[in-house]
């Protein structure tokens, strides 16, 4: 079986992104931020589903915390970096 059998056909993600060429992805980014927002902006006028919003998230937080803040680490060392190598 082939690699692209296995992975589905031609639906590949990763096959395509990489092809794509940049100003596309970019269109995409652009246009799915704006639907994002649109949407949320929509649910945060109803304050059940604001606070549905509020404790999704928080549980979401709750479940990654060791992630996330690795991740706040990761930055706050990289940022570190560029600032002693630009001195």
């Known amino acids: 079986m082939s690699e692209q059998e296995s992975n589905g056909g031609s639906g590949n993600i990763e096959q395509d992104g990489k092809?794509?060429?940049?100003?596309?992805?970019?269109?995409?980014?652009?246009?799915g931020s704006k639907v994002g927002a649109e949407i949320i902006l929509k649910l945060a006028k109803h304050p059940v589903l604001l606070m549905a919003m509020g404790i999704g998230s928080?549980?979401?937080?709750n479940k990654h915390r060791k992630d996330i803040l690795e991740a706040a680490q990761q930055l706050k060392d990289q940022g570190l970096a560029i600032v002693k190598k630009k001195d």
Request: proline share 6%; charged share 5%; aromatic share 6%.
């Open 58 to 61: 928080g549980l979401y937080i």
């Open 19 to 31: 092809s794509m060429h940049p100003l596309i992805k970019l269109g995409i980014l652009s246009v």
